[in-house]
């Protein structure tokens, strides 16, 4: 059995393994055999690894010092599907990206000023650019801190993202199909491709308020169904070709703002 150097870290809403790539095959094959057998893909509740059985905690970082002089460190993504056995790398992931300085910064990839290092990161699948600011009084890095995020317990310390060529990134285009709306199934969607492919959903068409629990939303395999049916018309349409094995583009339900922000977003 090979042992492989993992940190488990959370990162705005996800969770997941920070890997350095030099301890990964660089057979795209073989790399995902390991990626998947970390997790524990394949297997609903990933009982033989730590992807915990939620796609927000089957998430893996793979970083390694960049070749490109624009960038000090490239960050890879990989999406762990949980109950297939199956690996998707198209998209990027702004909450994962969120802990990639810390990790460059403790594994010696770049060097920790005071207060803040600012990390350059390249985002492999997407292409993008991002700079990340990291609290490191004293040169080291400070997780305690008073940012808080929705959706997630307690506190921590905050870390700036700029994304410095969002735009298009997979498409090349803010709106790949050239329209500000579209129709998929009498439903008018916005479709947007900025840092991530989106389709974005008004509740109201699919019946819902926005405010669920999500797991009413969950179960609610009508609503799946319906939403499922408009990512694919949607993914196409944005020249994404079939996209029923990516998770781009991803469905968001928009709702009015209820307890204050200008909008309320279920993603999914």
Known sequence: MKKIPC???????????????????????????????????????????????NPLTSKVAIISRSSDPRADVDYLFAQVIVHEQRVDTTPNCGNMLSGVGAFAIE????????????????????????????????????????ARIDGVPGTAAPVALTFLNAAGTKTGK?????????????????????????????????GKTGYELPAELDADKALLARIESIRLQAGKAMGLGDVSNMVIPKPVLISPAQKGGAINVRYF
Request: proline residues 6%; aromatic residues 6%.
């Open 174 to 206: 803010v709106f790949p199909t050239d329209n500000q709306i579209d129709y998929f199934d009498d439903v008018p969607v916005t479709c947007i491709d900025m840092a991530m492919p989106v389709v974005i959903i008004p509740a109201e068409y699919l």
């Open 107 to 146: 594994n010696g990839l770049i060097a920790a000023t005071s207060p803040v290092t600012r990390v350059r990161i390249r985002n492999v699948n997407t292409g993008t650019f991002i700079e990340a600011d990291v609290q490191t009084p004293n040169g080291v890095v400070e997780y305690e801190g008073s």
């Open 7 to 53: 940190v488990m870290m959370r990162g705005g809403t996800s969770r997941g393994a920070f890997l350095l790539a030099e301890h990964l095959p660089e057979d795209q094959t073989q790399r995902d055999k390991i990626l998947m057998a970390i997790m524990g893909s394949g297997n609903d509740l990933e009982i033989d690894g730590i992807g915990g059985g």
